[in-house]
Protein backbone atom coordinates (compact mmCIF):
# COMPACT_ATOMS: atom_id res chain seq x y z
CA UNK A 1 0.00 0.00 0.00
CA UNK A 2 1.42 3.27 -0.96
CA UNK A 3 1.20 6.36 0.68
CA UNK A 4 1.78 10.31 -0.78
CA UNK A 5 4.90 11.80 0.69
CA UNK A 6 4.94 15.32 3.02
CA UNK A 7 6.06 18.01 0.52
CA UNK A 8 5.53 21.14 2.32
CA UNK A 9 8.65 20.64 4.58
CA UNK A 10 10.48 20.66 1.67
CA UNK A 11 9.30 23.85 -0.26
CA UNK A 12 6.26 25.15 1.20
CA UNK A 13 3.92 26.08 -1.13
CA UNK A 14 -0.01 27.79 -1.67
CA UNK A 15 -2.23 28.24 1.22
CA UNK A 16 -0.94 24.82 3.20
CA UNK A 17 2.36 26.21 2.99
CA UNK A 18 1.42 29.46 4.85
CA UNK A 19 0.21 27.49 7.40
CA UNK A 20 3.18 24.99 7.52
CA UNK A 21 5.05 27.96 7.92
CA UNK A 22 3.20 28.98 10.81
CA UNK A 23 3.51 25.40 12.66
CA UNK A 24 7.24 25.40 11.72
CA UNK A 25 7.36 28.86 13.58
CA UNK A 26 6.29 27.36 16.57
CA UNK A 27 7.19 23.72 16.59
CA UNK A 28 10.93 25.09 16.02
CA UNK A 29 10.99 27.60 18.54
CA UNK A 30 12.74 24.78 21.69
CA UNK A 31 15.39 24.76 18.93
CA UNK A 32 16.07 27.94 17.72
CA UNK A 33 15.79 29.29 21.26
CA UNK A 34 19.40 26.10 22.19
CA UNK A 35 20.74 27.32 19.07
CA UNK A 36 20.82 30.78 20.33
CA UNK A 37 22.65 29.55 22.96
CA UNK A 38 25.84 28.34 21.71
CA UNK A 39 26.49 30.76 19.31
CA UNK A 40 28.29 34.09 19.86
CA UNK A 41 26.93 36.98 17.75
CA UNK A 42 28.96 39.97 17.40
CA UNK A 43 27.43 43.70 17.48
CA UNK A 44 28.28 44.13 14.04
CA UNK A 45 27.84 40.92 12.41
CA UNK A 46 26.34 40.73 8.80
CA UNK A 47 24.43 37.58 8.94
CA UNK A 48 22.26 35.56 6.29
CA UNK A 49 19.87 32.76 7.15
CA UNK A 50 19.33 30.11 4.63
CA UNK A 51 15.90 28.52 4.96
CA UNK A 52 14.23 31.29 6.29
CA UNK A 53 10.79 30.01 6.55
CA UNK A 54 8.90 32.37 8.32
CA UNK A 55 11.75 34.83 9.20
CA UNK A 56 11.42 34.17 13.12
CA UNK A 57 14.48 34.06 13.14
CA UNK A 58 15.57 36.61 11.33
CA UNK A 59 13.74 38.70 13.71
CA UNK A 60 15.50 37.43 16.87
CA UNK A 61 19.05 38.14 14.70
CA UNK A 62 17.95 41.95 14.02
CA UNK A 63 17.48 42.74 17.82
CA UNK A 64 21.10 41.23 18.58
CA UNK A 65 23.26 42.94 15.73
CA UNK A 66 22.96 46.62 14.11
CA UNK A 67 24.30 45.23 11.17
CA UNK A 68 21.86 43.77 8.08
CA UNK A 69 20.37 40.31 8.47
CA UNK A 70 19.12 39.11 5.34
CA UNK A 71 17.28 35.96 4.56
CA UNK A 72 17.41 33.16 1.61
CA UNK A 73 14.64 30.43 0.22
CA UNK A 74 13.51 28.87 -3.05
CA UNK A 75 9.82 28.73 -1.76
CA UNK A 76 8.12 32.05 -2.92
CA UNK A 77 5.57 31.61 0.11
CA UNK A 78 8.11 31.63 2.30
CA UNK A 79 9.99 34.68 0.77
CA UNK A 80 6.45 36.53 1.48
CA UNK A 81 6.12 35.25 5.06
CA UNK A 82 9.49 36.65 5.89
CA UNK A 83 9.15 39.90 4.46
CA UNK A 84 5.76 40.41 6.14
CA UNK A 85 7.02 39.21 9.69
CA UNK A 86 10.14 41.61 9.30
CA UNK A 87 8.19 44.62 6.56
CA UNK A 88 9.99 47.57 9.41
CA UNK A 89 13.48 46.31 8.54
CA UNK A 90 12.94 45.56 5.21
CA UNK A 91 11.65 48.83 4.68
CA UNK A 92 14.76 50.47 6.44
CA UNK A 93 17.12 48.16 4.32
CA UNK A 94 18.32 46.57 7.32
CA UNK A 95 16.64 42.96 5.32
CA UNK A 96 16.84 41.51 2.54
CA UNK A 97 15.21 38.75 1.52
CA UNK A 98 16.47 36.52 -1.68
CA UNK A 99 14.57 33.92 -3.12
CA UNK A 100 17.21 31.86 -4.34
CA UNK A 101 18.51 27.86 -4.22
CA UNK A 102 21.16 27.24 -1.87
CA UNK A 103 23.01 25.30 -4.78
CA UNK A 104 23.91 28.49 -6.42
CA UNK A 105 23.87 31.66 -4.13
CA UNK A 106 23.27 35.62 -6.31
CA UNK A 107 25.88 36.63 -3.64
CA UNK A 108 29.34 37.81 -3.72
CA UNK A 109 31.94 35.96 -2.03
CA UNK A 110 33.02 36.44 1.73
CA UNK A 111 29.46 39.05 2.09
CA UNK A 112 28.57 37.55 5.62
CA UNK A 113 29.78 37.35 9.74
CA UNK A 114 28.04 34.37 10.50
CA UNK A 115 25.14 32.33 8.31
CA UNK A 116 22.80 29.99 9.97
CA UNK A 117 20.72 26.73 8.50
CA UNK A 118 18.05 26.31 10.98
CA UNK A 119 15.94 23.07 10.42
CA UNK A 120 17.05 22.93 6.48
CA UNK A 121 20.37 21.09 5.85
CA UNK A 122 17.82 18.20 5.22
CA UNK A 123 16.58 19.23 2.26
CA UNK A 124 20.13 20.29 0.64
CA UNK A 125 21.32 18.11 -2.57
CA UNK A 126 24.83 17.05 -2.84
CA UNK A 127 25.63 18.47 0.74
CA UNK A 128 29.77 18.84 0.55
CA UNK A 129 29.53 21.06 -2.65
CA UNK A 130 26.23 23.02 -1.04
CA UNK A 131 28.28 23.72 1.80
CA UNK A 132 31.25 24.85 0.08
CA UNK A 133 29.12 27.11 -1.96
CA UNK A 134 27.98 28.42 1.96
CA UNK A 135 31.86 28.58 2.51
CA UNK A 136 32.56 30.87 -0.24
CA UNK A 137 29.89 33.56 0.93
CA UNK A 138 31.34 33.95 4.73
CA UNK A 139 34.38 36.06 5.28
CA UNK A 140 37.33 34.72 6.39
CA UNK A 141 37.00 34.70 10.33
CA UNK A 142 33.30 33.35 9.52
CA UNK A 143 30.94 30.74 11.30
CA UNK A 144 28.14 28.78 9.62
CA UNK A 145 26.16 27.41 12.03
CA UNK A 146 23.47 24.37 11.56
CA UNK A 147 20.82 23.97 14.23
CA UNK A 148 17.77 21.11 13.34
CA UNK A 149 16.06 18.82 15.46
CA UNK A 150 17.60 15.85 15.33
CA UNK A 151 21.32 14.61 15.89
CA UNK A 152 20.78 11.54 13.60
CA UNK A 153 20.02 9.25 16.75
CA UNK A 154 15.97 10.36 17.22
CA UNK A 155 13.68 7.39 17.49
CA UNK A 156 11.70 8.97 14.99
CA UNK A 157 13.95 9.45 12.49
CA UNK A 158 13.22 6.50 10.20
CA UNK A 159 9.20 7.94 10.09
CA UNK A 160 10.42 11.51 9.41
CA UNK A 161 12.60 9.58 6.33
CA UNK A 162 9.70 7.33 4.76
CA UNK A 163 7.29 10.29 5.13
CA UNK A 164 8.88 13.23 4.58
CA UNK A 165 9.83 13.91 0.69
CA UNK A 166 13.39 14.42 -0.20
CA UNK A 167 14.78 14.42 3.63
CA UNK A 168 17.98 13.17 4.71
CA UNK A 169 19.27 12.94 8.55
CA UNK A 170 22.86 13.37 9.31
CA UNK A 171 24.63 12.81 12.76
CA UNK A 172 27.55 15.26 14.08
CA UNK A 173 30.30 13.40 12.81
CA UNK A 174 29.17 13.22 9.44
CA UNK A 175 28.32 17.25 9.70
CA UNK A 176 32.16 17.10 10.59
CA UNK A 177 33.41 15.46 8.06
CA UNK A 178 31.29 17.47 5.12
CA UNK A 179 31.65 20.72 6.00
CA UNK A 180 35.79 20.50 7.15
CA UNK A 181 36.22 18.81 3.15
CA UNK A 182 34.31 22.10 2.36
CA UNK A 183 36.92 24.32 3.71
CA UNK A 184 35.63 24.96 6.99
CA UNK A 185 38.81 24.43 9.50
CA UNK A 186 36.70 23.65 12.96
CA UNK A 187 33.64 22.59 13.77
CA UNK A 188 31.87 22.04 17.51
CA UNK A 189 29.10 20.13 17.95
CA UNK A 190 26.42 20.68 20.73
CA UNK A 191 23.42 18.29 21.97
CA UNK A 192 20.98 19.89 23.81
CA UNK A 193 20.79 17.84 27.18
CA UNK A 194 18.20 15.38 27.78
CA UNK A 195 17.17 15.30 24.02
CA UNK A 196 18.37 15.13 20.20
CA UNK A 197 18.41 18.84 19.64
CA UNK A 198 22.01 19.53 17.52
CA UNK A 199 23.89 22.65 16.84
CA UNK A 200 26.82 22.10 14.76
CA UNK A 201 29.12 25.29 14.43
CA UNK A 202 31.78 25.72 11.51
CA UNK A 203 34.74 27.98 11.93
CA UNK A 204 35.84 29.12 8.48
Same mark, same amino acid.
Not at 52 to 71: A, H, P, R, S
Not at 125 to 131: A, G
Given at each position: ?9 ? %? ?7 ? /? ?26 ? &? ?13 ? %? ?7 ? &? ?8 ? /? ?15 ? %? ?70 ? /? ?6 ? &? ?11 ? %? ?12
Amino acid at each position: MSFKKITQCR %KPHGSEGVE /TIKRMNKNHQEISEFAFECIDIGENDKI &LDIGCGGGVNIEKFL %KITQNNVDG &LDYSEVSVKE /TIKRNQKSVDNKRCRVI %KANVSAMPIKDEEYDLVSAFETIYFWPDIENTFREVSRIIKKTGQFMIAQGTDGNHPDDEKWLASVEGMSVY /TAPQLEKY &LKNAGFRSVKSYV %KENDYILVVIAQK
